[in-house]
């Protein structure tokens, strides 16, 4: 059950070689939002492991090359190499990642720097998963230069149209960021194929998730430790103001709410910059439909991996139930959890963060 680092290309996905860090420094994380990150440190003088100049700059390349995290043929994390230090000292060398693609996506636009007329996109009567596909094609898929190992979406036909002028200068994170405001996950599973090249499925709906595994929280043997149920109403409200385009009494203005109300009124507002319309009343109905009622926060602390407990059980976007019966505080029946966030060291121990619904 070791945990294994390997190195990929970065516009393939191949494979290139297995690495060997030390378990001091050993850091990792990764969320549904794709801002994880992750450390590792490698001995070089060592006699086993040790590394040259040369292999070094060629491993771990920045941006040119990804970590995959592996147990067996499953990867539990990915992230591309941003930068390396090495002390002469103490012949230690330390190599930092993030996750790749939402991490990439502020640095692109929808157009090449040489082609600027060129960047309006237009999606028309599109599902979400569809938009989202387009919108990774202009990501991605300009030329060989610009690919990364990501598996497009499906396409298919809905309500979603939009056009992004050239001229408004939106970065694609800006365009993926807009179709999340309305209620919408996107999610970039790394995964093994069979040729061992490292790639990302990209995972799009209104709750992603990615298997599903049951835990019984009465059990004698159980992977999970540090088990807490809280509701709180800290973020509840009675109704939304979303804001959208322009200033003053130009501004786009939607409403969501749902009377009568169970609470004094909390009616609030936010912000979705360059929304009008139906995109802006879909973003307002979905924060709407979030807050309207107190969060109930299941907290798992710790997953702790085995032979009979894998660590793809606790890896982001897992689907978890979890039993209770007849305890004096929790309620009865199953619960639907869902693992939004993981991370780690070297070891059998993944912290767990989780969402309920």
């Excluded at 693609?101 to 157009?111: C, D, G, L, N």
């Excluded at 230069?145 to 990501?150: F, T």
């Excluded at 540090?226 to 973020?235: I, L, S």
């Excluded at 009377?259 to 004094?264: E, L, M, R, S, V």
Aim: proline share 4%; charged share 20%; glycine share 10%.
């Amino acid at each position: 059950m070791k945990l294994e680092l390997w190195m990929h290309d970065a516009i393939t996905g191949d494979e290139i070689a297995r690495v060997h860090p030390i378990l001091d420094g050993a850091s990792w994380s990764t969320n549904l939002a794709g801002t994880g990150q992750c450390s590792w440190s490698f001995q070089v003088n060592d006699p086993n492991t040790g590394m040259t100049g040369a292999r070094i700059s060629s491993l771990f390349r920045p941006n040119a090359r990804l970590f995959a995290l592996r147990q067996g043929t499953t990867v539990i994390g990915a992230w591309k190499v941003e930068e390396w230090d090495y002390s002469a000292d103490t012949s230690r060398l330390s190599v930092k990642g993030v996750e790749l693609v939402r991490s990439e996506t502020k640095w692109r636009m929808t157009y090449g720097l040489n082609e600027y007329t060129l960047g309006t996109l237009t999606v028309t009567n599109r599902s979400y998963s569809g938009a989202v596909r387009a919108i990774l094609s202009r990501f991605k898929d300009r030329s060989a230069a610009w690919n990364y190992p990501i598996d497009l979406p499906a396409d298919g036909s809905g309500s979603f149209t939009q056009t992004w002028e050239y001229w408004k200068k939106f970065t694609i994170e800006d365009l993926l960021a807009q179709v999340e405001s309305e209620g919408i996950e996107i999610f970039f599973r790394p995964y093994l194929t069979a040729a061992r090249q490292l790639r990302f499925e990209t995972l799009v709906g209104a709750r992603v998730t990615s298997g599903a595994s049951s835990f019984h929280l009465g059990a004698d043997r159980t992977p999970l430790s540090g088990v807490h149920y809280r509701v709180g109403g800290a973020d509840q409200i009675t109704g939304g103001q979303g804001l959208g385009q322009g200033t003053g009494q130009d501004q786009a203005v939607a409403y969501a709410g749902e009377p009568p109300y169970t609470i004094p009124i909390r009616d609030v507002k936010q912000t979705f910059p360059d929304l009008t319309g139906a995109r802006l009343q879909a973003a307002t109905n979905a924060w709407f439909a979030e807050a309207k009622n107190p969060t109930v926060q299941w907290t798992v602390d710790t997953f702790t991996f085995s032979e009979e407990h894998p660590p793809e059980h606790a890896l982001t976007a897992r689907a978890w139930t979890l039993h209770s019966s007849k305890h004096s505080v929790l309620p009865d029946g199953p619960h639907s959890l869902r693992v939004i966030a993981s991370s780690g060291s070297f070891g059998s121990q993944i912290k767990t963060e989780v969402q309920s619904g």
